[in-house]
């Protein structure tokens, strides 16, 4: 099924459904991730992708308009909110070099001082969350009310579920984010940084939703309306830690088969960014081993193969 919003621009519209009919016909998508319980009911074929031009423009093939949980795709809205808040001073307290390790891994932190290798494994993420709960008092709705204005969806909204199930399950997260205090990587409360991040991950938002909230990376900070969140650098940058870092120890096979800056979640979710030109979002919930959607990956890797679109 193929449903356009809007008929301005619709360039990779044939790409996106020889795609999608491409996937269908694949065996063998992966399975959903079950460490978050209310995860796991997800159907492995549930497949979706869309494309956001500049202009806001947005379509997608199969079930692209189909709210799903966005979990750590958000990891780059809070790091663009918080590097635009802070700047540089940030890097003093989270790398920017790929860990080679699991999203959720604890085995670096301790001999490399509580300071987590990138914002995109949950250490990083959390400490990217506890500065942003600093300044603005309630990280997770400052960033519900980034995504809604970016999308143009005002009905995107926290999961209470979700949130719920990762909070009585989440255990490892809880430990990252106390072992990080104990070197003074932490600013707030445990119990206040945890409630905040597992808001964050649970929040629902749909292929376009997610397409039209990273295009302001491609238009290099800019947001929808106009206005600058980020400088040119600020996105370069964090462009960058999404092409080395956003699929965690897979980045080296993600940046090989798709060629552009892109951020998993463990929803099935994938965002792509093709600086200058348009984003892409991608959602089937069944994953690898290293948590990124296996249809999700496969169908980036045909849209750069097709298109020749790709930052190399
Ligand atoms: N909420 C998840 C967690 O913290 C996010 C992980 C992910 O999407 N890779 O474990």
């Not at 966005?70 to 860990?99: C, M, N, Y």
């Not at 926290?158 to 909070?167: G, K, L, N, P, V």
């Amino acid at each position: 099924m193929v449903i356009m919003t809007t008929t301005s621009s619709l360039t990779f519209l044939p790409v996106l459904e020889r795609i999608a009919e491409e996937i269908g016909r694949t065996p063998g998508r992966g399975r959903p991730a079950d460490y978050i319980p209310a995860l796991a009911a997800r159907d492995p074929r549930s497949f979706g992708m869309a494309v956001a031009e500049l202009d806001g423009t947005v379509y997608g093939v199969g079930e692209w308009r189909q709210p799903f949980s966005t979990q750590s795709i958000t990891k780059v809205f809070t790091l663009a909110l918080e590097l635009a808040r802070e700047g540089d001073e940030l890097w003093e307290h989270v790398g920017r070099e790929p860990s080679g390790n699991p999203f959720n891994s604890l085995v670096q932190l301790e001999y490399e001082n509580g300071i987590p290798r990138n914002p995109f494994i949950n250490a990083g993420a959390l400490v990217v969350t506890d500065r942003l709960q600093t300044r603005t008092g309630d990280a997770a709705d400052t960033l519900l009310a980034f995504l809604r204005a970016e999308s143009g969806n005002p009905d995107l909204d926290f999961d209470r579920q979700i949130a719920a199930s990762e909070t009585a399950h989440g255990d490892r997260n809880a430990a990252l984010a106390h072992f990080m205090k104990s070197y003074g990587n932490i600013e707030n409360a445990v119990p206040t940084l945890l409630f905040e991040y597992f808001r964050q991950c649970s929040i629902a938002a749909s292929c376009a939703d997610l397409a039209l909230a990273t295009t302001f990376l491609a238009r290099h900070g800019i947001c929808a309306d106009g206005t600058r969140l980020l400088t040119r650098s600020q996105a370069k940058q964090i462009n960058a830690i999404m092409l080395t870092c956003g699929t965690y120890d897979a980045a080296g096979d993600f940046a090989y088969r798709v060629g552009l800056p892109g951020k998993s979640g463990v929803g099935g979710g994938i965002i792509a960014v093709v600086p200058g030109r348009c984003t892409l979002c991608v959602w089937s919930p069944g994953l690898d081993e290293r948590g990124n959607s296996v249809a999700g990956v496969a169908a980036l890797d045909r849209f750069t193969t097709l298109t020749g679109l790709s930052v190399f």
